[in-house]
């Protein structure tokens, strides 16, 4: 599994964009970058994923580097409700499992 | 998108004893479902993965015969945690494998604690 650096956190004030990065340099061709976040003493949470192309949803936009080895999660409009610790971790397609690493505690301030 | 409930989502036992906690994939099969056990301010921590109709694939470290993983059916999976101990305590949190796309989905835990 290719291993991702992430900081370990990260401010932002409420309504503007949040911008979270993710390093993860020995990402194979095949795997995929997942984004997951997880509440507070709540389960992880699907937020988006890409493979090379950039990305975007109802929650997020993903911009993957063209050389694949970092990746930012873009909220665009951080709301109270974003305060949560964020996961990158890339997953080949057809792979079972996720392995969380520690992730980005994300703090919207008001 | 997809729901995984658990249950209990918290549950408070005496040493010694044995708790189950169950996974459920409400509205789709899952033929693969994984627990994860979280600890504070820690990350997740993948204990076991457990497919349907065989017996489940523990990662290193963690003990089979502590944490049993029955997934019986296609929508349930269960983890009991036997003779527990209150360093046992934690956030239990199961996750389901759908069937397409193939997508992760995670419950919302189950918080033990042993006393």
């Known amino acids: 599994d290719a291993k991702t650096t992430q900081p370990p956190s990260m401010d932002c004030a409420e309504g503007r964009a949040a911008n979270l990065p993710c390093n993860h340099s020995t990402i194979s061709g095949n795997e995929y970058v997942y984004w997951y976040r997880q509440i507070h003493s709540q389960g992880p949470q699907y937020i988006i994923h890409?493979?090379?192309n950039n990305e975007t949803n109802e929650m997020a936009s993903l911009i993957i580097t063209e050389d694949r080895k970092s990746s930012t999660l873009i909220l665009p409009h951080a709301t109270l409700r974003d305060t949560a610790v964020y996961y990158c971790?890339?997953?080949?397609?057809?792979?079972?499992?996720?392995?969380f690493g520690q992730g980005t505690r994300l703090t919207i301030n008001p | 998108g997809a729901v995984v409930s658990q249950h209990p989502s918290w549950v408070i036992c005496k040493s010694g004893t044995s708790v189950k906690i169950e996974c459920r994939s409400l509205?789709?099969?899952?033929?693969?479902m994984f627990w994860y056990r979280q600890f504070p301010k820690q990350s997740l921590m993948l204990m076991a993965t457990s497919n349907e109709g065989s017996k489940a694939t523990y990662e290193q470290g963690v003990e089979k015969d502590k944490f049993l993983i029955n997934h019986a059916s296609l929508t349930l999976s269960t983890l009991t945690v036997t003779s527990a101990h209150p360093e046992d305590s934690s956030f239990y949190i199961c996750?389901?494998?759908?069937?397409?796309?193939?997508?992760?989905?995670f419950g919302e835990g189950s918080r033990l604690t042993v006393l």
């Open positions: 971790i890339p997953r080949g397609q057809g792979a079972q499992k996720l392995v």
């Open positions: 509205d789709f099969q899952a033929t693969t």
């Open positions: 890409g493979l090379k």
């Open positions: 996750s389901a494998r759908h069937r397409e796309p193939g997508e992760l989905f």
